[in-house]
C-alpha cells in the first residue's frame, strides 16, 4: 500500500506574507530565506498495533514566532520524513518506494501566520514492524528550491517522538 495522505488543512488569514517579506527583503538586501520559531509534533490515532496494521498518523506544524513565515507544504521524502527506530535508536528501512516531487515552485509554498498550524494525516504500512517497542518521529527540512522564487523557511525541525507497541 505505502503512505497515502489522507487530509491536510491549511488555515491562513490576514496581510499578505509575501508582501511583508518582500519589503523587509529589500530593506535588507535580498535573501532567499525565513527565519522563525516553529513547532513540529507528531501523534498516532493509536499506540497499540498488530504487525502490518494500518493507522493514521498526525503531523503538526506551528508557526511559535511572531511573524509569518512560508513553509513548504507536507510531501513525504520532500519536506518530512517519517521515522521508526528501535530502542537504541537504529532506524527500520522504509520498504515502500520513494516518490520525489520534482521541480518545486511558489505553489508549493503556504503561508504560515503566527499562531496557525498545518495538520497533515498520513495512513501509512511502509515498515516492517515485528512484535516490540519502537519510537516513531518526525522531521521536517527543507532543501535549496532554485524555482522558489518567494522567501521562505528553511532549515530542519525534529518533532518529539511516540512509542509504539506492536503485538
Known sequence: MGCRVVSVA?????FSV???WNNLS???????????????????????????EVFKIDLKMTNTGAFPVNLLK?????????IF??????EIPYECEIVHKSSLND?????LHP??????????DCWYL???????????????EKNIKTPYWHGKVKSNSVKIVVH
Open 10 to 14: 491549511y488555515k491562513s488569514e490576514g
Open 18 to 20: 509575501k508582501e511583508f
Open 26 to 52: 529589500s530593506m535588507q538586501g535580498e535573501s532567499r530565506y525565513q527565519t522563525g520559531k516553529l513547532d513540529f509534533e507528531i501523534g498516532v490515532e493509536k499506540t497499540s498495533i498488530k504487525p502490518h
Open 74 to 82: 507536507m510531501y513525504e521524502h520532500v519536506s518530512y520524513e517519517l
Open 85 to 90: 527506530c528501535y530502542p537504541d535508536g537504529s
Open 107 to 111: 505553489n508549493d509554498l503556504v503561508e
Open 115 to 124: 499562531g496557525v498550524s498545518i495538520i497533515a494525516s498520513i495512513e501509512c
Open 130 to 144: 515485528r512484535e516490540g517497542e519502537y519510537q516513531l518521529y518526525a522531521v521536517y527540512h527543507t532543501t535549496d
